[in-house]
């Protein structure tokens, strides 16, 4: 089944201790996204990368780290949370020239 | 700046009514203007997508209708049914560009 998968789907955390969220695709695609989506607010993009090893920022890359050493994989890192990092964050993926994105199902971060 | 304004914030239609949601852009760039839908819990999905060269694009119920020279687009959802309740957002993407750049949603309810 194509899919994007994404963990963990929930997770509570302190502020300052690192987490890592993963994100990983079957479909061969390029392209890689990650978003977020607070109320009100929308769906607002953090990182996206091309293709492997290129990564750039997105409209709210602030706080965020990524990295793109294999085609299906795209984990969010972030080093040192803060609470206005709680969110819901989604994992998008498309194939290059192609303008679906196929979303993940969300994890959803609170950070304390 | 936001590139993409999307209204109502939130929706409530009776069943069998017609439910219309509302997008003007700014960026004349965009080429391809896809409407997600999103239900509680899920990540966004695909619904109906349109390119500027036509003026409305019908899949079943759902329709869109594009105005290039206004750079308006809006969705009708026909004969509303308590299972389109959701969130659904509009979004815009350059040609070649995998990247899309999301209005802020409607959270649409379909009372029975």
């Known amino acids: 089944e194509a899919q994007v998968t994404q963990n963990p789907r929930y997770l509570i955390t302190v502020t300052g201790k690192k987490l890592t969220v993963t994100c990983s695709q079957n479909?061969?695609?390029?392209?890689m996204s990650w978003y977020r989506q607070d109320p009100g607010l929308g769906l607002r993009q953090i990182y996206y990368?091309?293709?492997?090893?290129?990564?750039d920022k997105g409209d709210v890359p602030e706080g965020y780290k990524v990295s793109r050493k294999e085609k299906r994989n795209f984990p969010l890192i972030l080093e040192s949370p803060s609470p206005n990092q709680t969110s819901l964050y989604f994992c998008?993926?498309?194939?290059?020239?192609?303008?679906?994105?196929?979303f993940g199902p969300g994890t959803r971060l609170t950070v304390t | 700046q936001q590139q993409v304004k999307q209204s109502p914030q939130s929706l409530i239609v009776q069943k069998g009514g017609i439910s219309i949601i509302n997008c003007a852009y700014e960026n004349t760039a965009f080429d391809y203007f896809p409407w997600y839908q999103q239900f509680p819990g899920k990540g966004p999905a695909l619904l109906i997508a349109i390119r500027p060269d036509v003026s409305e694009k019908k899949e079943g119920r759902f329709t869109i209708s594009f105005n290039k020279s206004a750079k308006q687009f809006s969705l009708h959802i026909m004969d509303s049914q308590p299972g389109d309740s959701a969130t659904y957002f509009c979004?815009?993407?350059?040609?070649?560009?995998?990247?899309?750049?999301f209005g802020k949603g409607t959270m649409l309810l379909v009372s029975p």
């Open positions: 990368s091309m293709n492997v090893e290129v990564t």
């Open positions: 479909m061969n695609h390029e392209y």
């Open positions: 998008a993926s498309s194939s290059q020239g192609e303008y679906e994105q196929y």
């Open positions: 979004a815009a993407s350059i040609e070649g560009y995998s990247t899309l750049t």
